[in-house]
């Protein structure tokens, strides 16, 4: 997941399920698949073995290639699994038909690209996996390699089952996700007429730090945009022994510190009043759950407002938020500066446009010596909120919970970005939901020794057959 990596989000729930154990799920035993089990391990090692990062040597359409050919050896013709070349890189797009050619397909998405991992920071080489102490090391094991593989071990598993899916799934994997999202944008477009996304990059489960049982899941229907904006002052400067009341510095100071002090309006949609009903059971303060729950029932007020602001677990669900996060200006310790700018990075909730921020942002300086610029560029979009669909809710609640019974489940809006993004923007629900449990500690994602525990795979692999198989009857 790009730009700010999926975290469980939940700063003070580990505390307050050890102190209610009513509410850890334990794991059950389900229906054991020893080939596709075999099968997932064995294709989340050969793609993990395959440098897919971008620039010079860049090997995601070999990662793919092993994808395509376990699909094609599986049943699939050649003709259903695409996989295509993308400046240095590629994406893959592979169709299992339904019977009913009227009905839209279910898409499933996730990505093959990787961040970069440099092997001399790594106790392990990064892109030799390593199974130790039940835990698979390498660059990509929890985002998102192993997902990819055994989401195509279950689908593998599915057809050999005898399954014949009504409705046209389809598997798409991008291959830039954690860069630009370019190939994400096309492969968005290609698929506009889906009826539903389901993405394996994001959401997840948390486990206990000390028993290793699963406290809570979280499936993703929502994401704020990731937006910057930069602050500029100019000014034709001068000698520093004859300073004037119009610093470009002085005055981007001024700028800063407006923004830092405004807030956004509070917001909520489906995704967040649920998350805030259900999340409160699990926070140990009285008072910030009692703002859960305020907030959740009306999130015009105020004092819940302001008491979620002040706690860095729940201050980015409430709305959107700009900080100020780069600072430059001057070109000389004797010379009035004549240029100073500052980067704003904002986190847009769900709804609104790159330009309506700006223009907000501008108001709230109220400089116009200020000059305020959009520049992320076309690799974020804003994009709304999917609807609570009761399909959806019901089909990952069953499936998450054959591997662990009566765990909670949580709805969220995610803070960093996902290729599900281009699918709302389309009009097309999306929402990231992956099976992977995991404790808190254990959460490297774009850092150091990234490593998944090997026990996910049973469940993950009944998770898919359950819910793939419930979203395309």
């Not at 989340?44 to 994808?67: C, I």
């Not at 055994?150 to 593998?156: D, F, G, N, P, W």
Request: proline share 7%; net charge neutral; charged share 20%.
């Amino acid at each position: 997941m790009r730009l700010n990596p999926a975290a469980t989000a939940f700063a003070l729930v580990l505390t307050a399920a050890l102190a209610a154990p009513q509410l850890v799920a334990r794991p059950a035993k389900p229906k054991a698949h020893p080939e596709a089990e075999a099968q997932g391990l064995d294709l989340a090692k050969q793609v993990l073995a395959l440098r897919s990062v971008q620039g010079p040597g860049n090997k995601t359409g070999e990662a793919l290639g092993v994808v395509g050919t376990a699909l094609q050896t599986a049943g699939w013709k050649p003709a259903e699994v695409e996989i295509t070349p993308f400046g240095d890189t590629a994406y893959m797009i592979a169709t299992w038909p339904g019977s009913d050619p009227s009905l839209k397909p279910l898409v499933i998405s996730g990505h093959m690209d990787v961040v970069e991992a440099k092997p001399e920071d790594w106790q392990r080489d990064p892109f030799t996996p390593v199974v130790e102490n039940g835990y698979l090391f390498a660059r990509g094991a929890s985002d998102m390699k192993f997902d990819a593989a055994l989401v195509t071990a279950s689908l593998i598993e599915l057809r050999k089952s005898g399954y014949k899916p009504k409705r046209t799934i389809v598997l798409q994997f991008s291959g830039d996700e954690e860069t630009t999202m370019a190939s994400s944008r096309v492969i968005a477009q290609k698929l506009k007429h889906a009826e539903l996304v389901l993405n394996i990059d994001g959401g997840g489960g948390t486990l206990d730090e000390k028993t290793g049982s699963a406290l809570y899941w979280t499936w993703e229907g929502a994401e704020k945009t990731y937006d910057d904006y930069q602050l500029e002052v100019t000014n034709p400067g001068g000698h520093s022994s004859a300073p004037r009341p119009d610093n470009a510095i002085v005055q981007l100071a001024t700028a800063v510190a407006k923004v830092g002090a405004y807030y956004f309006k509070p917001e909520q949609n489906s995704i967040t009043k649920a998350y805030f009903e259900r999340a409160a059971q699990f926070e140990s303060d009285p008072k910030t759950a009692a703002a859960m729950r305020t907030f959740a029932a009306n999130p015009g007020d105020a004092d819940a407002a302001a008491v979620l602001r002040a706690n860095p677990a729940y201050v980015g669900k409430v709305g959107t938020t700009c900080v100020a996060t780069m600072l430059g200006g001057g070109h000389a310790q004797n010379a009035l500066p004549q240029r100073a700018t500052a980067n704003i990075n904002c986190r847009v909730f769900p709804g609104h446009t790159r330009e309506e921020i700006r223009a907000e942002l501008a108001q709230v300086i109220g400089m116009p010596v200020v000059k305020v610029t959009a520049t992320s560029g076309e690799d974020s979009i804003s994009s709304p909120a999917s609807p609570m669909r009761p399909d959806f809710v019901a089909a990952a609640e069953k499936a998450v919970r054959i591997g662990y019974p009566g765990v909670p489940v949580i709805p969220s809006q995610a803070s960093g970005a996902s290729d599900s993004m281009w699918y709302r923007a389309l009009g097309v629900p999306a929402y990231n939901a992956s099976p992977l449990f995991m404790k808190d500690s254990d959460s490297f994602a774009h850092g150091l020794n990234e490593r998944v525990p090997l026990s996910n795979i049973a469940p993950a692999i009944n998770y898919y057959l359950s819910l793939i198989a419930d979203l395309s009857k």
